[in-house]
RNA sequence: UACCCGGUGGUGUAAUUGGCAACACAACUGGUUUUGGUCCAGUCAUUCGAGGUUCGAGUCCUCGCCGGGUAGCCA
């Protein structure tokens, strides 16, 4: 495992997982000679999503923890639905969430020896070739409560299942015609013991092996062989393979190996307002919901990649979160917690009015305008300064102003007085309203020169601070503004006559303008930045180019404010 | 109704392996602040239920209750 710095975090290592309690006991009982050996095993049949980010963070951490090793294995056991574009995306996204991988492996490097150990199995009466068509495999399986029938070829005779199993791989049988089947248990109370195919005739195109192999082995029947291959020690998986955990140890035991790798099944990550199968996002990109893979308003990672979340705040959540085999549901309010965390720290900050009111300050002439110092992050003095004009006429944010102001109040409202964030205090004079529409058009202020640099000579307290930009030069960008892509919590689980499409969110995205200061402009495609009391922004890599940025919201900040408003409004 | 896995605050994880239920997020109070951001302080659960073992049980035992998974030639 090549090295990756440790998370930068608020977070305590949250203390050792059930995981990792079994591997201090297995290290002290000294089995495996002492090594640790995981693999992250996806499929390559589609991208990888924060639910995958969990099992990475946990494999590829283990091995640093325990300073042993992970591999990354594609389980390409499927030709008909695995493409290499996955097999590429998915390195992309492991070396973007900060890991590297030991070894890269494939499944189908291991078909040979696959094929060889299923013959051992024939040759030993563990398995047999099946006629059966799979209805009929259905049929015969039994029921959750009835047992299942023998398969009338079950009895077959070792030297005519090895010649058809021969004859299988040779192509001499249609897709479906035949399968080969461990010859296990019919009336086994575990399902999954009932004779489970291991091999099935498929003719299609493997994104590597070609049409080398018309039979290709399924996941029960590969998936432990992969791990021992490789030298797994620990096989970490989804709770819901608990169920084939007998047959993973089944096999391994027929095949007789001295060291064997052990499975053991954690809770899949679920996250609010969003899904996290790979059907489903499918549907969204497929049926148009969003824009493909990688829109940003998806929990895929190249889709949280391009919406601006740094991979360290992933890493930083799924230490937050820990692992337990308890299926639950995170709030989101706990993602965007981490990502919080992390951008106060490291983003600049930057002014910007998303809905522009213009504001004249009648007692500041035309030519007059002064310099003033901006901060760009008080959470980190060595990001510097820069000057911004404070001039005649700048624009402020119309939500900054309220004709009738509600209960503490802080911000422009007739005579009242407001600092400008970085600038002088303004009082507003005159309110002029068109007279047509009644809207609000222009603030009439006047400013104090006495109040540079936070100072209020007379000790006057001014509460409300406001951002604004300079008229004269100000910048106007295209802004995207994202917001869940769901309206209720769980849209995995619709009530009855309901789909999770029915509550995608209308307004996951709204594009917008903003009023920028000058030096936003300048913003590379990538860069991420807070707007000062707005919120947390990235300059869109795909959207933008050198020169001309497209801003997109990352995430907005926290709003007490709001709260409390809405709250009052209620009582 | 067969088999497997679970159940600790609003949420997610802890608990020196039988010894004062902790941390984070959320919520609510208050303080600081040139971002109603950040930061700081405080408040918020006797662990699904009933028995049992024990000086002592979230932890061990028994019986319930509730939730999830499994009947692909998907993984």
Same mark, same amino acid.
């Given at each position: 495992?090549?090295?990756?710095?440790?998370?930068?975090?608020?977070?305590?290592?949250?203390?050792?997982?059930?995981?990792?309690?079994?591997?201090?006991?297995?290290? =002290?009982?000294?089995?495996?000679?002492?090594?640790?050996?995981?693999? !992250?095993?996806?499929?390559?049949?589609?991208?990888?999503?924060?639910?995958?980010?969990?099992?990475?963070?946990?494999?590829?951490?283990?091995?640093?923890?325990?300073?042993?090793?992970?591999?990354?294995?594609?389980?390409?056991?499927?030709?008909?639905?695995?493409?290499?574009?996955?097999?590429?995306?998915?390195?992309?996204?492991?070396?973007?969430?900060?890991?590297?991988?030991?070894?890269?492996?494939?499944?189908?490097?291991? !078909?040979?020896? *696959?094929?060889?150990?299923?013959?051992?199995?024939?040759?030993?009466?563990?398995?047999?070739?099946?006629?059966?068509?799979?209805?009929?495999?259905?049929?015969?399986?039994?029921?959750?409560?009835?047992?299942?029938?023998?398969?009338?070829?079950?009895? $077959?005779?070792?030297?005519?299942?090895?010649?058809?199993?021969?004859?299988?791989?040779?192509?001499?049988?249609?897709?479906?015609?035949?399968?080969?089947?461990?010859?296990?248990?019919?009336?086994?109370?575990?399902?999954?013991?009932?004779?489970?195919?291991?091999?099935?005739?498929?003719?299609?195109?493997?994104?590597?092996?070609?049409?080398?192999?018309?039979?290709?082995?399924?996941?029960?029947?590969?998936?432990?062989?992969?791990?021992?291959?490789?030298?797994? @020690?620990?096989?970490?998986?989804?709770?819901?393979?608990?169920?084939?955990?007998?047959?993973?140890?089944?096999?391994?035991?027929?095949?007789?190996?001295?060291?064997?790798?052990?499975?053991?099944?954690?809770?899949?990550?679920?996250?609010?307002? @969003?899904?996290?199968?790979?059907?489903?996002?499918?549907?969204?990109?497929?049926?148009?919901?969003?824009?493909?893979?990688?829109?940003?308003? *998806?929990?895929?990672?190249?889709?949280? $990649?391009?919406?601006?979340?740094?991979?360290?705040?992933?890493?930083?959540?799924?230490?937050?979160?820990?692992?337990?085999?308890?299926? %639950?549901?995170?709030?989101?309010?706990? *993602?965007?917690?981490?990502?919080?965390?992390?951008?106060?720290? @490291?983003?600049?900050?930057?002014?910007?009015?998303?809905?522009?009111?213009?504001?004249?300050?009648?007692?500041?002439?035309?030519?007059?305008?002064?310099?003033?110092?901006?901060?760009?992050?008080?959470?980190?003095?060595?990001?510097?300064?820069? %000057?911004?004009?404070?001039?005649?006429?700048?624009?402020?944010?119309?939500?900054?102003?309220?004709?009738?102001?509600?209960?503490?109040?802080?911000?422009?409202?007739?005579?009242?007085?407001?600092?400008?964030?970085?600038?002088?205090?303004?009082?507003?004079?005159?309110?002029?309203?068109?007279?047509?529409?009644?809207?609000?058009?222009? *603030?009439?202020?006047?400013?104090?020169?006495?109040?540079?640099?936070?100072?209020?000579?007379?000790?006057?307290?001014?509460?409300?601070?406001?951002?604004?930009?300079?008229?004269?030069?100000?910048?106007?960008?295209?802004?995207?503004?994202?917001?869940?892509?769901?309206?209720?919590?769980?849209?995995?689980?619709?009530?009855?006559?309901? =789909?999770?499409?029915?509550?995608?969110?209308?307004? %996951?995205?709204?594009?917008?303008?903003?009023?920028? =200061?000058?030096?936003?402009?300048?913003?590379?495609?990538?860069?991420?930045?807070?707007?000062?009391?707005?919120?947390? !922004?990235?300059?869109?890599?795909?959207?933008?180019?050198?020169?001309?940025?497209?801003?997109?919201?990352?995430?907005?900040?926290?709003?007490?404010?709001?709260?409390?408003?809405?709250?009052?409004?209620?009582?």
């Amino acid at each position: 495992m090549s090295g990756v710095n440790p998370d930068q975090s608020k977070y305590p290592d949250s203390s050792s997982n059930f995981i990792e309690k079994m591997i201090d006991l297995d290290l =002290e009982s000294g089995v495996d000679d002492g090594k640790v050996q995981l693999r !992250f095993p996806p499929e390559p049949n589609g991208f990888l999503h924060i639910g995958h980010a969990k099992a990475i963070c946990l494999n590829f951490g283990l091995a640093q923890k325990y300073q042993g090793r992970c591999n990354l294995r594609f389980d390409d056991t499927n030709p008909s639905r695995e493409e290499q574009r996955y097999v590429d995306s998915i390195q992309e996204d492991i070396r973007w969430l900060g890991f590297e991988w030991d070894e890269l492996c494939f499944a189908s490097d291991y !078909f040979g020896q *696959l094929y060889d150990w299923a013959t051992q199995l024939i040759r030993q009466g563990d398995a047999y070739v099946c006629d059966l068509t799979g209805d009929e495999v259905k049929e015969y399986r039994g029921t959750l409560t009835e047992v299942g029938r023998n398969s009338p070829h079950r009895d $077959r005779s070792v030297e005519e299942n090895l010649d058809l199993f021969m004859r299988m791989k040779a192509g001499e049988f249609s897709d479906g015609e035949k399968t080969l089947r461990a010859r296990i248990n019919m009336e086994s109370p575990h399902i999954i013991m009932r004779d489970p195919v291991m091999y099935r005739i498929q003719r299609s195109t493997h994104h590597r092996t070609g049409d080398d192999w018309c039979i290709y082995p399924t996941y029960d029947w590969a998936h432990g062989q992969e791990d021992a291959i490789e030298g797994v @020690t620990h096989s970490l998986c989804s709770l819901e393979f608990n169920n084939n955990r007998p047959l993973y140890e089944w096999f391994l035991d027929k095949i007789g190996l001295e060291s064997v790798p052990r499975q053991t099944e954690f809770a899949r990550l679920n996250i609010e307002y @969003t899904v996290l199968s790979k059907r489903k996002l499918r549907t969204l990109v497929e049926d148009g919901h969003v824009e493909d893979w990688d829109d940003p308003r *998806l929990p895929t990672l190249a889709g949280l $990649r391009r919406r601006g979340y740094p991979p360290e705040v992933i890493r930083a959540f799924m230490k937050n979160i820990g692992v337990a085999k308890f299926n %639950s549901t995170i709030e989101l309010a706990i *993602l965007e917690n981490a990502l919080r965390d992390h951008l106060n720290r @490291t983003a600049i900050r930057r002014m910007a009015v998303l809905d522009p009111l213009k504001l004249v300050i009648e007692n500041l002439s035309e030519g007059e305008g002064k310099m003033v110092e901006a901060v760009n992050n008080p959470e980190d003095p060595s990001a510097g300064t820069r %000057s911004i004009p404070f001039e005649r006429e700048v624009w402020v944010d119309r939500d900054d102003f309220r004709m009738e102001p509600p209960r503490k109040w802080r911000r422009l409202a007739p005579d009242a007085e407001v600092r400008l964030r970085y600038g002088y205090c303004v009082k507003v004079k005159e309110v002029i309203e068109d007279p047509e529409s009644g809207q609000v058009q222009e *603030l009439r202020c006047v400013y104090d020169p006495e109040t540079a640099r936070g100072q209020t000579p007379d000790g006057r307290k001014v509460r409300g601070i406001i951002h604004w930009v300079p008229a004269s030069c100000a910048v106007e960008l295209p802004v995207r503004l994202y917001s869940p892509l769901f309206i209720e919590p769980d849209p995995d689980n619709p009530p009855e006559g309901k =789909e999770f499409t029915d509550f995608l969110n209308p307004e %996951s995205l709204v594009e917008t303008k903003a009023l920028c =200061e000058p030096i936003l402009k300048e913003a590379n495609p990538g860069e991420r930045f807070q707007l000062e009391r707005v919120g947390y !922004f990235v300059a869109d890599q795909k959207l933008s180019s050198s020169g001309s940025p497209h801003l997109a919201r990352i995430v907005p900040l926290k709003d007490s404010w709001a709260k409390q408003e809405k709250r009052q409004a209620g009582v």
